[in-house]
């Protein structure tokens, strides 16, 4: 086609034509097109619609467990040993932050946020999806929900949420039987069922808490609620609500808890006071305590580190895991064995001399009254713990028969108690001695066992249990926390034996050569006991009560601890007991007034 | 046409309704633009056309240099769209989406068509002008809607198979350069649109949650008020972009069909209408005015069921905004005016 300078002519006709063809061209088009629309809804909203109507259920329905109330724990008097308070804690949602560091830098000037709270946050975190809260910090102060809440408008991605937290009132008096819950780390992930625990932040870690975890805890319930975008709840469409776990009743008497911890002082030890008929536990203390307090939102590591370097250990349970040599406690136990087997009467006397010599040795086994008691009759032997008189009774009784009695007291196995983990302690016999050692039982170490030295190892649990024994006669129930056990029959001796030993026992505390003399004046009752020294420093044979003065120069931690079993009214008993003072020197000056004095209270209690 | 148009306007208000969380007052003042936009209509529709003709070189002016004084004073957030004038924020972009195709026509008119190769020329470049300002502002949704009603025009003036083969294959081989020149909002909009599921979270939300929203309405829908996606706040901009996945959560597939039947008809209708112009100018202007309408519903729909990109073009007449219901409105009335007129034009 030429071109012209001139204007090509117009063809109205035939540019009307084209335009036309270029209509019908676009006309398909959007035909087309609008098919093609057509049959991709058909294949969104018929084909998968089924896919796509269950992904907008779960846009929209979310699950939220919800956490059961934990149930409390009381004293037998019905006082609150452990509650629910409400508490407030800082739950920031990562999403909704302008940018996380920021948001937290910003909290931590007008709160403080330690070290530790920001990365237990940052495991958490990770753990979680962006929409969901996580902690920052839990157990806030009044001052400062008060500071976040007027600050908080200004923060995005920030609540501060009220929950229950887990309290003890009574602090340290009850840490060691009790327990504690803390938060729930890798291992309890590993041991929980994860539908029981949903919800839950805490669990059981110690004592009562954790021995009774299952019925403490509860089960939780569950929310179907369906949320917008942002995961706020907008409705409520079914709730299944938590079942609240079971309150607890301990046998404690929490004013007698306190009273034995009072009275104890400064001084570091275990109480184990039972009741003889039932095995109920009235107080168990081991001192000092912690706060348990501290442990439930995590305790900072340089205050858990304080608490592990304490000398006088805190954080060791005593009453449950102490493993103390019985020292003269043992000798109500061995004079039974004596009585059983006929070797002795109550009324076989014995010279003693201040030492002792196995036929054939040389070795020179010593009383602690240096010049001897003289002649002894089981009653003295008791009262004054005349060391040659029980010297003697083991030797004849032999390790066999003493292992046996003892055996028969629950002594070296678990006493059953309520608690997780309970000590064993050490009952020697030759079969044990061979397995630990490797080593035949040789006659010295008969002799000294008869003192209550060597190879034994009690707990003051066992102790006070098999004290309960004693004075019920061979008749009491096993150690209980949470109500009465049943009565069995441990040991059978016949009347007149018990009546002997018992004899002894109160003439400890009443009679006029007794070591414990003169404690009797601060109980209204009659009671009976027995002192016991533990030693420390390693000296074989020649300590006992009354050694007090030399005891006073070592330094403390050199000191014996002092030792003793008892048990009241001595004419219907119903109290048994164990005291162990550590580093306390000897058992008579310093056990025994503890004992007497803790007994009153109870008493007084009507116990 | 107005029977069709009002139809769908009434059904866009239903939809609005829902997706405002049944605000009447968002619906009133809906209803208060739409009637602007029918005023408009009219109004353009009683215009004679010889005068748009004349006016076109200086409509496109002033449009340009809008779009200028938005480059050089605008407002908006992230993007600058906007000319603040004190009462009303108006958007030059949209003036330009009617002064060009006016102005390519005007000038197609006065020659023979086909287009010479020097009118072509000149075309492309009042085209590329303001698709380049409005690309730069930055906003590629609608620079490139506003080449197409050029290029649309150029098309339907008889431009040459070969010629169009040509410049296809020139914008095929231009896309790499486009890729190079665009944001990296934009670049991200393509890469999410190519995968989603890359960023369920961030950038494919939209895309991921208005398909939930149109798949989960099935044959029959979850019933007017009742979309779980959309009301929940799932949806993004369920008020304006997103409002037909609105419309297909709550009335199914039945309530697609007959809102793109409406669409069909109007388009078809409109095209009838424009061909039976009796000018070239009439015929092209009208022409390309339906055929822009039909390129906003593609562009729309197409994006609300994850077929193109998210690109911020509204639903024609339903979705929630002045400007772009005025300007498509207006459009319509310059295509009834062309028609109506045809007898008078010699």
Known sequence: MAKSSTRRLRDEASEQRLTQNRFQFLIVVVVMALFA??????????????????????????????????????????????ENRPAYRLVVVPERTRGLSETIDQLSTLIPISESERERFEVQRRRSRPFESVILKSSLSEDEVARLAIERHHIDGVEIEPYLQRHYPYGDALAHVVGYVGRIDQRDLERLDPDRYRAATHVGKTGI??????????????????????????????????????????????????????????????????????????????????????????????????????????????????????????????????????????ETRIFSSGSYRLPGHDREYRDWRREGHGWVDLELAL??????????????????????ELALFGFGRETGLDLPGEGQGVLPTRSWKRARFGQPWYPGETVITGIGQGFTVVTPLQLAHATAALAGRGWTAAPSLVGPGEQ???????????????????????????????????????????????????????????????????????????????????????????????????????????AAELIARAQALGY | MLLLLVALMGIGLLVLYSATENDMGTVWRQVVRLGVGIVAMVVLAQLPPNLLRQWAPWVYAAAVGLLIAVAVIGVGEGAQRWLDLGVIRFQPSEAMKLALPVMVAALLAQRPLPPST??????????????????????????ILVGLSGLCILFLAGLRWRVIVGLGGLALAALPVLWYAMHDYQRNRVLTFLDPERDPLGAGWNIIQSKIAVGSGGLGGKGWTQGSQSHLEFLPEPQTDFIFAVLAEEFGFIGVVLVLCLYGLIILRGFHLASRCRDSFGRLL????????????????????????VVGVPLPLISYGGTSAATLLAGLGLVMGLHSRRRFMG
């Open chain 1, 37 to 82: 629309l057509g049959g991709r809804f058909a294949y969104l909203q018929l084909g998968a619609h089924e896919q796509y109507a269950a992904r907008a259920d779960e846009n929209r329905i979310r699950l939220r467990a919800l956490p059961p109330n934990r149930g409390l724990i009381l004293d037998r008097q019905g006082r609150v040993l452990a």
């Open chain 1, 209 to 346: 808490e954790r021995h009774f975890e299952a019925r403490l805890h509860g089960y939780p319930g569950l929310e179907r609620v369906e949320t917008n975008a942002q995961g706020r709840v907008l409705r409520l469409l079914e709730r299944r609500p938590p079942q609240p776990g079971k309150d607890l009743t301990l046998t404690i008497d929490i004013e007698l808890q306190r009273s034995a911890i009072e009275i104890l002082g400064d001084q570091a030890g275990a109480i184990v006071m039972l009741d003889i008929d039932t095995g109920e536990s009235l107080a168990l203390v081991s001192h000092p305590g912690f706060d348990p307090n501290a442990f439930v939102h995590g305790i900072a590591q340089e205050d858990y580190n304080a608490l592990l370097g304490n000398p006088s250990r805190p954080l060791f349970n005593r009453f449950l895991f102490g493993g103390y040599e019985p020292g003269s406690t043992i000798k109500p136990f061995l004079a039974l064995a004596g009585l059983e087997y006929g070797l002795i009467t109550p």
């Open chain 1, 383 to 404: 009262a004054e713990s005349a060391n040659v008189y029980f010297y003697q009774l083991a030797v004849e009784l032999g390790i066999d028969r003493i292992s046996r």
């Open chain 1, 488 to 594: 069995v029959r441990m040991v059978a001796h016949d009347d007149w034996i018990w009546e002997a030993v018992f004899l002894g026992m109160a003439a400890v505390t009443h009679g006029p050569t007794g070591t414990a003399r003169g404690v009797a004046d601060l109980v209204e009752t009659r009671i009976a006991g027995k002192t016991g020294t533990a030693q420390v420093f390693g000296r074989s044979d020649d300590i006992e009560d009354a050694d007090q003065r030399e005891q006073d120069e070592l330094p403390v931690h050199l000191r014996n601890h002092a030792l003793f079993i008892g048990f009241a009214p001595l004419d219907a008993p119903t109290i048994a007991l164990s005291v162990v003072v550590e580093h306390g020197g000897g058992g008579a000056s310093v056990a025994a007034p503890v």
């Open chain 2, 118 to 143: 020097a009118d072509l020329l000149i075309c492309l470049a009042l085209i590329a002008v303001p698709v380049a300002l409005i690309q730069s502002q930055p906003d590629l949704g609608t620079s």
């Open chain 2, 286 to 309: 009208a022409g390309s005015m339906m055929f822009m309408f039909f390129v906003y519903l593609i562009v729309n729909v197409g994006m609300v069921s994850g077929l193109l990109p």
